[in-house]
């Protein structure tokens, strides 16, 4: 290798599920006060019978959920981040390769 820097990332499953878990959390968050009675027209229930408490409470359990499941997502990526090096072999140095 020429110098150049080797990077290389596998994020595993449960990233890409937290990442889209995050995403749909995400969407109730902005779609819920945009459009507060999309649960009386999609399920053609009214739970709260109009007075919003329960859109209200969706979108503070969605606000919750979407930074849990980003805080989650993103320990599952640095879990599997990857090292960076320089193609250079760094047993000569005791195992640290930025002491050359």
Known sequence: MSGGLIMAHSAG??????????AVSAALLVVTPAWHDWIEIVFRVDP???SGWLEWLIVVLAFGLTLTFLASAGQEWR??????????SSLGCGGVGWLR
């Open 13 to 22: 499953i449960r990233f890409w599920v937290r990442l889209t878990l995050a």
């Open 48 to 50: 709260d019978h109009g």
């Open 79 to 88: 879990r599997y981040a990857p090292a960076v090096t320089d193609g250079r």
